[in-house]
C-alpha cells in the first residue's frame, strides 16, 4: 500500500469541522482492519495510530496511545504535522576531537561487515508472538567465545543487482540520515560492524544478529555514530544494554546464522547522550505489494571495490507481496555492514519517510528485511517506553 500523507491532509477537509465525519465513527472502525499501523516517537512520548483508507483518498485515524480516541479533523492534521516535524529539526551533535576521530576511522576501516546469506529456509518453527530476552549490560557479556562462523559478510555478487545504483549521502544532518547510525561491536576479541537507526531519545534499532549469535552469545562494546561521514564522526553513543526477542535467540541457538523472520534487536543508551530531538522515525505496519518502490540508507563496508564508512542509500521494488509473511523480499542494493539498515517507504511529494522493515540478510535473488508486524508490535512498544534503560 502506498502511504497517502498529502491526500490524507486535503481530505481531513472533508470530514465536519465539529466532531467526526459519519464514515469515521468508532462502532464503525471497530469493523474494519487498519489499512496501517504506526509507531512514532513525538514530544517525548510514543504515539501509535491506526488509519483507515475509506475510499476517496479520504483516511480515518484512530489514536490508541497516548490515549484512545477517533480524531476529527482537526485532532487530526494537528497529529500528522507533529509526526512530520522532524523536517523542522536539527539534531544537537556533540563534538568529537581530531584525535579521537582519527583513532575511531582507523577502527572502522578494519571492522569487519555482517550481513549473512540466507539459504532461504529457518531450521526452528515457532510461534508468531514475541517477548524479550533479558536486557543484557556491557559488563554482563561473557566473552571468549569463537566468533560467527559462516555468517559473516556475504560476496556484494549476491546483494548488488547491476547496475549498482547506491549513492553516498552528502549531507547526513538532515533527517532522516542524521538517525542512521554506524555501528561497532565485538564479539570474543573481533570487531564487527552493521547500521542502527535511532526510534527514541534512548533507543536505535537494528537487526537481532548484530545483537546477538548463537555461537557468542550478545554482542559487547556496542557503539552507535549517527549521521557518521566517510571523514567525519560527530556523535559516538555507547550503548548500556542490547536487547533481542526470545524467538530470535532460541532460532540462532539452534545452529542457524540468520533468522530473518525474527531478526531485529535494539541498542539502549541514556537519554541525556541521545541527539535532541522531540520526532523520530515512524514505525509502520504495512503490507506493501510486489513492486512497490522501498528505500533504504545505511553503511555499506564494501561500494564499488573499496572500503567505505560513510552512508548510503538506496531504492529499490518489493519482489514479492509478504501477505501475512514477517519477512520483506526486495531488489534494494546492499552489501555486508547494511544489517540493521531501515527500510522505508518514502512520499516525494510530501518529503515523508516510515519505516517497514529491517534489513536482515541476502540471497541470491533477492534481499531479506524483517519486517514492523504485528506479532513484534507489543515488544517494540515494550522497548519504546523503557525511557531509562540504563537504571
Known sequence: MQFLLILTILH??????????PSCQESRLRLMTPSYE????????LHLWEEYEMGNNSVCIRLERPYQKVLDKEEAENLLARSARWEEEEYDFPSVSPEEQEQLMAKMAQDVPLDPV?????????ENDDSP?????E?????????FGNSTGSGSSRTVFPPDDRVEVSNTQNFPFNVVSFMSFKSGTDDYRCTAFIVAPHMALTSGHCVFNGETGFSKDAKIFPGQTENKIFQQLSSCRISTNTKNTECMEAGNSVCPEYDYGALFFSPQMAPSAKTYMPLVIDNPAAGTTVNTAGYPADV?????????????EVSITPDDSRVLYHRVDTTGGQSGSPIYLYTSSSNYRRVIAIQSASST?????????????????EWLEDTDPCN
Request: glycine share 12%; aromatic share 8%.
Open 133 to 137: 530476552d533479558q536486557g543484557i549490560s
Open 118 to 126: 540466507w539459504d532461504g529456509g529457518i531450521a526452528v518453527l515457532l
Open 139 to 147: 559488563s554482563d557479556i561473557v566473552p571468549n567465545v569463537t566468533m
Open 365 to 381: 535473488q533477492y534481499n531479506i528485511a524483517t519486517r514492523i508486524s504485528d506479532a513484534n508490535k507489543s515488544l517494540l512498544i
Open 304 to 316: 564499488g571495490g573499496k572500503i567505505r564508512r560513510g552512508q548510503w542509500r538506496a531504492s529499490g
Open 12 to 21: 481531513l477537509c472533508s470530514w465536519a469541522q465539529a466532531g467526526v465525519f
Open 38 to 45: 504506526v509507531l512514532q516517537v513525538i514530544d517525548d512520548s
